[in-house]
């Protein structure tokens, strides 16, 4: 969609499901940039490690599809032309994370999680709720979102099998970039957000984690 504000709800709603019916599949998305991984062998997993790291991967994979919606959501009704185009370009950046994990658990034989077109559709009117108030409460959600999303990465990495580089260089350059974003919108005049919202996001945080491990 190309001029956000000048489309109409109801244009905006259904793109929206449009775009929330392919969420929930793993299919292959050209990124724009070089895979992280790229040159670094498949390693050789345990069954159990396998399942681990593809469970891992999930929440990655849906944490992206959330970032995509999220960031459209903003986007579709953004106030200033400069925040919309620093919502685009990083979605365009939150796109190559969705494609890197996609094609992980493509290599794990692992599906995507089956929640992920409600995730879509979550996020998106988040998203587009908070823009819809202002700006600056927009740029809030992804100062937080991105914090809550750079730790969940953390713990990751600290869990992944030592032999997996491949999955570790995905997500440490997916950690990386969300530290940006974060630190992109704090200096566009991100509103910090209270505690208790703070706490909310947090524990959907956890409720999407939990479910997109297992299913």
Not at 131 to 144: K, M, N, P, Q, Y
Not at 185 to 212: C, I, K, N, T
Request: charged share 20%.
């Amino acid at each position: 969609m190309s001029t956000f504000r000048s489309a109409s709800f109801l244009d905006l709603a259904l793109g929206a499901i449009d775009d929330a019916r392919g969420a929930g599949y793993a299919e292959p998305v050209q990124p724009n940039r070089a895979h992280p991984a790229a040159g670094i062998p498949v390693p050789e997993l345990g069954a159990s490690e396998r399942d681990d790291v593809a469970g891992l991967m999930r929440i990655n994979h849906t944490g992206e599809v959330c970032a995509q919606a999220l960031y459209k959501g903003q986007a579709a009704m953004a106030k200033d032309p400069a925040t919309r185009a620093q919502l685009l370009q990083a979605a365009q950046e939150e796109q190559d994370h969705l494609s890197w994990c996609a094609d992980r658990l493509r290599e794990l034989d692992a599906p995507p999680s089956l929640l992920n077109p409600l995730w879509y559709l979550g996020s998106y009117a988040i998203g587009a709720t908070a823009a819809a108030v202002s700006d600056r409460i927009s740029l809030g959600f992804v100062v937080e979102t991105e914090r809550q999303v750079e730790a969940h990465l953390q713990s990751h990495l600290e869990r992944l099998p030592v032999q997996d580089d491949r999955s570790r260089a995905i997500l440490s350059t997916m950690q990386a970039e969300e530290i940006e974003h974060a630190d992109h919108a704090l200096a566009s005049g991100a509103m910090a957000l209270p505690q208790p919202v703070r706490r909310l996001m947090g524990q959907m945080a956890d409720v999407m984690r939990f479910l997109a491990y297992r299913v």
